[in-house]
């Protein structure tokens, strides 16, 4: 079992679906990222929050035994903020209000324990940021990255320094598009591995996702659920799995990854059936393992 | 081998996509059923054309070894012709213009051979004719059926007759919803087959295909392709793969289900690289096997 740091957001989000709706809930990249992935290894979250931020929201991390000692409690300042809302079609949130708040000056600063950390993850944040955090770490084996338009349109050459330093992007299919300027999926991951990364990871939301990783394609669908509620967190969720599976086996190999990338449509299946964390914070690792096998039954065909 | 009848229609397709256009080349349902069919099995053709359809299309289907004695010609009457285009988008088609011509008044006549076959396709025409064809029909040992939104909206009721007497819905992932008016896909493909199938194949373009049989789930990816010219036939294609191997081994087992999926999208993505039939017509056995053994690596774990 590996260590994996992330290094993101953590936030309060109020959420409003056809479904219900939540005010001022648990969220962030790095909360999701590193509640998913304390299923599978040992979590060291880099964040800033506000004074205002409740207490138990980081009791509950630490209940998972995910270290928040590098999450700085910032005093006189508030939580970063995120307010959305989704309608039927949930593959498509529209923001309503973001606050940065604390999230504005963030400054990422590592232990010396983290910067030899193996595996690390560079959630959505300031592509300068991720640069800054990926030049404190000694030996890391496996680095993934996450980002969003709002980068890819402000932030291009900066993201492209990280993105010739980092072994795995994780992107949704919009944002492959516009970072790659292709409207075709499969040229547009292409040209992703171009700029640097071994392994491109393109998330489809309800479609599953499709990983390119030493010119094979693998594709996982998405869970088959009946009832989804918010999609808040999803990516982040699947990257956590994604993550943490591989930093618990240690392994970075192709039979690895493809794993990874099962682990991962498993965490986000869970996360969406409810708001924030809460299908999360009832989960049973058993049920981890039959979703699991439940995939594998999805795309089983022989000869 | 078994005998496979396809009851739709013959037409000529006027296309523009993105990346070029065609004018009044062949397509219809039937047509790209039967062609792609035609590479597992002995296919019929139920259908009608014009005086003006010009003879060498029909002979390209009799080259392929499918029976078109049952595709009427009509002296004075013209073939039906579908006008369109796509945006980069190419998952929905603009209908530009329909002439209906001779397929307004069709009506589907099988010779008694014909009425003997085990595997019948019923491609998207009218509701009232697919009941028909199936009264026509002895002892069919599985019956497909493909529809449309105009016959969901304008014949829900005659549908619904038809469908509580197939094995087999093969309908795109918006009309699937339209029917079971449940924007969730899983619970939509859950109430279609309330209606009478025991399965429904679920298209969803770009993305791949779901099937739901005997209550398990399977998926299929959409091949990856770099250049996609014209999904027109696209759907049909798939039916015919789907059914052409089905009939070819004469089972219709879970498994061999499976495997039909799979072949279907073999089939489509081979459609979809060129206008019309222009790619198929090019293609060579040795492609499909190898096609689909690439499908088996990109969905291949383990645990």
């Known amino acids: 079992m590996a260590e994996l740091v992330v290094v993101g957001s953590v936030a309060l989000d109020s959420v409003k679906t056809p479904f219900g709706q939540v005010a001022e809930a648990l969220g962030g990249s790095a909360t999701y990222f590193s509640y998913a992935a304390s299923f599978f290894t040992r979590v060291h979250v880099v964040a800033a929050v506000g004074q ?3 207490k138990e929201h980081l009791a509950l991390l630490e209940g998972r035994g995910v270290d928040i000692g590098a999450v700085q409690v910032k005093d006189g300042k508030k939580t970063f903020r995120w307010t ?3 309608g039927f079609d949930l593959n498509e949130a529209r923001t309503l209000d973001t606050q940065l708040n604390v999230f504005a000056e963030f400054t990422p ?3 010396p324990a ?3 950390a193996p595996f690390l993850f560079l959630a959505n944040i300031d592509p300068e940021l991720q640069l800054d955090v990926l030049r404190q770490m000694t030996q890391p084996r496996l ?4 980002t969003m338009n709002f980068w890819i349109e402000g932030k291009r050459e900066a993201l492209c320094r990280v993105l010739a330093r980092v072994d795995v992007l994780l992107i949704n299919d919009a944002e492959a598009r516009m970072l790659a300027r292709e409207p075709n999926l499969i040229k547009a991951a292409r040209a992703i591995l171009d700029l640097g990364p071994r392994v491109v990871v393109i998330k489809r939301g309800e479609y599953g996702a499709l990983m390119v990783a030493d010119g094979r394609f693998f594709f996982a669908p998405a869970y088959p659920l009946e009832s989804v509620f918010d999609p808040t967190g999803a990516g982040d969720t699947f990257a956590g799995g994604f ?3 591989l930093a618990q086996r240690g392994l970075t190999d192709a039979t690895s990854l493809r794993r990874a990338m099962v682990h991962g449509a498993v965490m986000a299946s869970f996360t969406v059936e409810d708001f924030s964390l809460e299908r999360l914070k009832r989960l049973d690792p058993a049920e981890i393992k039959r979703r ?3 995939f594998q039954e999805m795309v089983h065909f022989d000869r």
């Open 292 to 294: 699991y096998e439940v």
């Open 84 to 86: 959305g809302e989704y």
């Open 243 to 245: 993550m943490g599976y």
């Open 52 to 54: 205002d931020f409740p």
């Open 143 to 146: 680095v993934a990255l996450d």
């Open 109 to 111: 600063v590592l232990s």
């Open 114 to 116: 983290m910067c030899k």
